[in-house]
């Protein structure tokens, strides 16, 4: 039996065109995806939405501006597997959660609103998030390779609670978590992986669910095309799922160092792709 073929619309500036696909290898690739990049992901306290960002776009064919919240369905299918395994080993603890979610809750949904009314062009969010996250890997790397350089004093509440603004808002307009920027900056700062795997993915979590509702809203009054593709988000969220509880249960083995050099280098990588995409 084949899997079923349909065509979907992609946009990319002002150029329309239709690009078959087959749902059934769609799903199966989506579920893999979600799968491989929360596992890599999720212990650094990151959901895996950033890296799915151009996954869905140039391999998926997910049409433009629906990848944002099919990204955030994922987002809410996938952190709940993370979340209750760093729960289970007593890992949310002090205020970091809290002052996330104060600035990233109302970020995420101006976000949403910006993304449907104005419409940012995704190469320049490329070029700001490469131009942002190549240099924090970059930093985040030899700061970790050369211990005798002190880690700078950890923010004050209300830096991290700005730092949460404007994270959110960077979710809510391109579908991402979030933690792909705040986790760099924190790490940077001194703040423990342990910390900030579990309070990034809480925020991003939180913020998802708050980004899918302001998007069901505002398919009520917008025309266009900004509801999420259940089928496949749900797909890529089950594997993602899957892949955060098994990374959330790995990252107490793993050691600071090298949790930080993999986020560093995560973030360069990143920025590299997208600086030159």
Known sequence: MTAATHNTTWCVGRV??????RTGVNLLGGFAAGL?????????????????????????HVPNPAVTPTNLLFNVVSGPGALLRYRHNGQFTGPLTRLLLAGTLPGVVLGAVVRVFVVPGPDAFR???????????????????????????PFAPRTIVGLGLAAGTVGGIYGIGGGSLLGPV??????????????ALAATFVTSVAGALTYGLLALTTDGD???????????????????????RLQPHIPET????????????LAVFYLTA
Do not use: K, N
């Not at 329309?16 to 696909?21: E, N």
């Not at 929360?38 to 996954?55: D, E, I, M, N």
């Not at 988000?233 to 959330?248: H, K, R, T, V």
């Open 16 to 21: 329309t065109r239709s690009i078959p696909y």
């Open 36 to 60: 491989l990049i929360s596992l890599v992901t999720s212990p650094v306290g990151v959901s895996g939405a950033v890296f799915l960002l151009p996954v869905q776009l140039s391999l998926l």
């Open 127 to 153: 070029f700001i998030a490469g131009l942002v996250l190549l240099p924090l890997g970059l930093w985040l790397v030899l700061r970790t390779l050369r211990p005798a350089v002190a880690d700078r004093p």
């Open 186 to 199: 924190l790490a940077g700062r001194g703040t423990p992986m342990s910390r900030i795997a579990p309070a």
């Open 226 to 248: 900004i509801a999420p593709h259940w089928t496949l988000g749900l797909a890529c969220g089950a594997g993602g799922l899957i892949g955060g509880f098994l990374g959330a």
């Open 258 to 269: 090298a949790l930080r050099l993999l986020l560093g280098i995560l973030a360069a990588a």
